[in-house]
């Protein structure tokens, strides 16, 4: 996820490590790069991951709870939570995965906008 997400840690700056993985992760989450539902991984894989102690991100998860942008569940772990969203950020963060596809596929823009009103038409009209 750190890869994927580029989250890091800068050991130099004044502000506090824990405060800097919680802005990040809050800034992921309210940009819709992390959906409502998607998992974060474990304090102890991302503290391994970043180089910091477990209470360390224990705490940014825990602010960030606190602020209503992740839930933690029993069993399924820590994850972003679905009531600070809005549809438009979701669908928008998939329209951008899709555009990255379009260009990693070498296809030009008619032909990916033709591929989405023809899946449009598949699905029906909203409502």
């Known amino acids: 996820m750190t890869d994927d997400l580029r989250i890091a840690v800068d050991p130099t700056s004044a502000e506090p490590p824990f405060e800097q993985v919680r802005a990040q992760l809050a800034g992921l989450v309210t940009s819709g790069r992390l959906l409502p539902g998607e998992r974060l991984p474990t304090v102890r894989a991302l503290a391994a991951d970043l ?3 477990v209470n360390t991100v224990a705490r940014a998860y825990r602010e960030l709870e606190t602020a209503g942008l992740v839930e933690t569940r029993r069993r399924a772990g820590t994850v972003v939570a679905s009531g600070e969203h809005t549809a438009d950020i979701a ?4 329209a951008t995965k899709y555009a990255l596809a379009v260009r990693e596929a070498g296809l030009d823009d008619a032909t990916a906008l033709d591929l989405v009103r023809s899946a449009l038409r598949t699905v029906g009209p909203a409502g």
């Not at 669908?91 to 998939?94: I, N, T």
Request: charged residues 0%; without cysteine.
């Open 51 to 53: 180089g910091l102690a």
């Open 91 to 94: 669908v928008a963060a998939l």
